[in-house]
């Protein structure tokens, strides 16, 4: 057992209190992270650290669409292949990340920041909805591609109503069984979403 | 899927690839962890990294039992009240801070830093046993607290041929724990009798 009570050295102490700020990791794992650092040389500590220092000024956000950036506007959005009538609403920068790992999508993208969950105190405001509301007009698609619990769909139906009457075109991602997925293993509401939402069978 | 190739911002997979090179953490969840941050505060981005960075020059390591300290001599070697006469040997600092939290032992320790593992390419001169031997003598008891696996016996056994020329007592940790677990993971009840009811090393 070991308590926080028992640190030889503040600053191993200070350390792993901050490590154990990360979401997930516990004191115990922070502990073994810090002696790993701990062991490592001086430069490769100082590197480290100044990679994570970093992020509070060496980040910037792309000005029309919230995505994380290296300076004011990002790539996708200077990119003039791409389709600019075609937003693709998303929460994270890791969604948007996952779908460029598609390669499937041509169009740009919204950051949202967050989602609406009163649970944890995220409304409207705290999201980049007005940013978005700004960015839409009748010849533009939406396509709202948040997560399909109940906080998406929220978040989905909120936007719907902020962005309805510029009358643009709103879609969001299909939903259903997974390719290859098996239909004894999918869950009933997927199950049941696929079997309402059935589309038109092309050979 | 998230490719390496696709970060949007520089400082960001800087920052993620720092991360990723902590043990047991992948590239998703160094980006996790990077983009919980970038969600935080710049002074608390800054006191993270600080926090870490002083771990190269902040941490300190007693003179005489090598253990992690705030100057060149840990709190437990200064403290008189402590039975200077017992050595106990371990690993590393949390096993020191195990054996601390159990409040069974009041002799020093010795911290080797690491234990002889050939495949790893630690040998008995990357570790502090040169220390150890100047330490011990014949009204010295050394408590010989390492792994039950091959590598704290062979650790075990190279130190024994070290300082049994002192004249010194050798003992180990009673096996209430099972072979091959660690220290750290051990309740405190059965760490703190193991040590109770440490037995003379035979080789």
Redesign the interface.
Known sequence: ???PD???????K??V???S?????GS??A????????KQP?DK????????????????YCRTCM????GDQ???CADSRRDHKTICVVE???D???I???GQYHGVYHVLGGIISPINGVGPSDLTIKQLVARVAADVEVILALSGDVEGETTSFYIYRQIEASGCKVTTLARGLGFGDELEYADTLTLGRSIANRQAFKP
């Not at 995505?67 to 290296?70: R, T, Y």
């Open positions: 057992m070991i308590s028992n640190y030889p050295s503040k600053a191993l200070d350390a209190e901050a490590i700020s990360l979401p997930g990791v115990r794992s502990l073994r992270l810090a002696l790993h650092l701990l001086a500590i100082h590197h480290f650290a100044a990679a994570v220092d970093n992020l509070a000024e060496g980040v910037h995505m994380v950036s290296d990002c790539a996708i994270s920068v890791r948007v990340m996952s460029e790992a598609t």
